[in-house]
């Protein structure tokens, strides 16, 4: 059809399209309907943390108290920069600077590797501390990350709903309670590193196809794909942060 | 829109570096204001500031602001469902009485 188009016979142009630019937009149409899907596999979580924190506001804010703030704020600012790092690989690949790509990819890499670490270890220290749901759960003596008092102390109300969970019949459905909220933290916060484990993977995947020079100014579909999924599990993470760590943090002024 | 290469438009790092500086100035504001005793407001606040920063992600990382119509109906498509399943089922939940608590939007 156009035979004069140079794109016509790039060896990366799959024969049922027309030409590199129909087969970009196909690509990024494709990734969107699958990125639509994620929205609704992350979705359902998000709902139902909705409705459990609705029907037990104060235990989720206790509960949301014993989480280490200080490493969320930390991989918040790691997943973001991560984001834009993966911006610039594929600003590279669609500049053809294949060098600055693989830089930028392997930067990329050695953050999300970094959120993961962080991660460890916040599991790690739920897994000590007794903080994972399951018939080891006990809140009863945790005691705030930051300020080392007990957390059920540092709340009126709801101290009072936990505590007296020691004497009467009352506590056990507060463990239950906060057992919800732990639920939901390690399904929620474990599916989204998942995806930053399968993430990690196709960054190394695209770091030795750009190393074996597959990528050029015309064909970089794999690296802006790849793209477009990091900054997804980036969006989920924007919204885990707050919802997760933040939400009982006024009650400590 | 218009290159000679491509109708692709690439966007550019002076615009990446902008949207990452914004995103942490934002992440920042959603911790100390998480510390400020807002009452019912502090959901909202929290809750505009992370929607805030997906529609920077969305829009200049994911090229969004610069796509075809095509994949901004998509894309609004895909959050759209999202808000459905969202507003239908909590609808449902406030307006019946089981016997688990009804404290929406607390």
Redesign the interface.
Known sequence: MHSSDHSAHHPALAHHFQDLDQQKDATWLAMWVFLATEIMFFGGLFLAYVIYRSSYPDAFAIASNALNVNMGLGNTFVLIISSFTMAMSVYSAQMGQIGRLVVFLILTLILGSTFLGVKYFEYKDKFESHLVPGRHFDFAHHHDPKTGELLEGAHSESANKATEAHSSGHSEKAKREIQIFFSLYFAMTGLHAFHMIIGAGLLTWLIVLALKGRFSREYNSPVELVGLYWHFVDIVWIFLFPLLYLIGRHHHG | MSDD????H????ST??A??GA??VF?VL??YV?????GVL?NFV??G??VT??AL??LF??HIFY??R??WV??V???G??AL??IL??GD?VTRHWD??Q????
Request: glycine share 4%; proline share 2%; charged share 5%.
């Open positions: 290469h491509s109708k692709h690439i966007v550019q790092p990446y570096a949207i990452l995103l942490l992440t959603t911790y998480a510390f400020i005793d807002l502090s929290a809750m500031i992370a920063k997906g992600v969305v990382f994911m796509s075809t095509l994949l998509v894309v498509g895909s959050f469902w999202l399943m969202l089922t909590l939940y688990i608590q404290r929406i939007f607390f």
